[in-house]
């Protein structure tokens, strides 16, 4: 018998976790001073679409309804009335509440705490008593937020990079709202994960067969990260789960 062990649950998104840091160097690359807001929503739709749809051309309504994540997800993330727990059970809330804990309280001296977020939360995910279905969910989203924490806390340290002109010249201060901005990454994944859209598959390869929901976390990750920090988007409340 073999005596490795083995993974009491695999994580089948981990590779969306490159996507969204390419993402956040892509569109961020892209910009010079800061954007409008229709900017940051043609830059999220366009890469979303080159990830999962580039050798094809979306219809117009489809073109449309990725554009509209950006401010679906702003509507949401900035409401006073949150909806994050109207849209995840509350199993899933109570997984979605430990990440936030933690995000709030780790050490800001380990640059890595969450870049392999899927080893040190499978046990929230064996307790929880979660589906398959609301695990996936939640994997979606951590394949987002995982890399946020650890992807900044190097731009911080950055001097040329696409970021510093967005950033604080003071490194204390960037290192204050490192969690910020990864709670950030958390929720725009997860009301972006929720999203209602009809996005279907083009002649590309690529795009036959994604999960819509895979799409639009990534979207709502990129789109409430790059709003906290270029735009200042406040989250509201100060907890966005139920207690």
């Known amino acids: 018998m073999s005596s490795i062990i083995q993974p009491s649950i695999i994580n089948p998104y981990d590779s969306l976790s490159s996507v969204f840091t390419t993402g956040l160097d892509t569109i961020i690359a892209g ?29 117009l309504d489809q073109q449309q309804q990725l554009n509209a994540i950006v401010g679906n ?58 589906t398959t279905t609301e695990i996936n969910e939640i994997f979606i989203v951590g394949s987002v937020f995982g890399p946020a924490w650890g992807y900044f806390y190097t731009e911080i340290y950055v001097p040329d990079s696409d970021w510093a002109p967005y950033l604080d010249p003071d490194t204390a201060v960037n290192l204050n709202n490192l969690a910020s901005w990864t709670i950030a990454s958390l929720r725009g994944g997860l009301i972006g994960g929720k999203q209602s859209i009809y996005v279907t598959p083009t002649t590309a390869q690529q795009g036959t067969g994604t999960p819509v929901n895979m799409i639009t976390a990534i979207g709502g990750g990129l789109a409430a990260t790059f709003g906290e920090i270029l735009f200042n988007w406040v989250e509201r409340p100060e907890n966005p789960v139920c207690k």
């Open 31 to 59: 910009f010079s001073g800061t954007p409008a807001t229709d900017e940051l929503i043609a830059a999220i739709s366009a890469y979303l679409q080159s990830q999962f749809y580039p050798s094809g051309t979306l219809p």
């Open 73 to 130: 997800v702003f509507n949401t993330y900035t409401n006073s009335d949150d909806q994050i727990a109207k849209l995840y059970t509350p199993k899933q809330v109570k997984v979605i509440n430990q990440f936030i804990y933690d995000i709030r309280n780790i050490s800001v001296n380990i640059p890595n705490a969450f870049y392999n977020w899927s080893l040190v939360t499978m046990d929230y995910l064996t307790w929880s008593g979660l």
